[in-house]
């Protein structure tokens, strides 16, 4: 079983980037954070690398997808109140990010979502797991 998680994102300006997400109120880890990389800290186990483009070019063959026109990945962070979920979305369209999906009540689970600056999508969500196991 996996320890820890690391989600590797390409992005254009990584100081752009850092200043966006610390503005939502994340904080980056020095030891993995130098001129071509950021790693943004999103739980205790749970990282997101952001790359400059063509530093994360060296880790694949593969193109690297338009975020703004694709999507490859759904980025989900689970947060402690419904509160928190609108919170945070103000804060990211506030930093220059935007709405990329309506928020939708499940009753127990509630989400909405962001793009940030190179348009990859953010869910955030709240789930109450009592009441989802009782449904």
């Given at each position: 079983m996996a320890s820890q998680?690391?989600?590797?994102?390409?992005?254009?300006?990584?100081?752009?980037?850092?200043?966006?997400?610390?503005?939502?109120?994340?904080?980056f880890d020095p030891r993995f954070t130098a001129a071509k990389a950021a790693c943004l800290i999103l739980g205790e186990n749970t990282f997101v690398m952001l790359l400059l483009e063509h530093f994360f070019k060296t880790f694949t063959k593969k193109e690297i997808s338009d975020a703004s026109k694709s999507t490859e990945v759904l980025i989900a962070i689970n947060v402690d109140t419904r509160e928190k979920v609108g919170e945070l979305i103000q804060k990211a369209v506030e930093a220059g990010g935007s709405i990329c999906m309506d928020p939708e009540d499940h009753g127990w689970m509630y989400g909405h979502g962001f793009a940030d600056l190179d348009g990859h999508q953010w869910e955030i969500l709240y789930m109450d797991i009592n009441a989802a196991l009782q449904a």
């Open positions: 998680i690391f989600v590797n994102l390409p992005v254009k300006d990584l100081d752009k980037s850092m200043e966006f997400f610390t503005k939502l109120g994340f904080s």
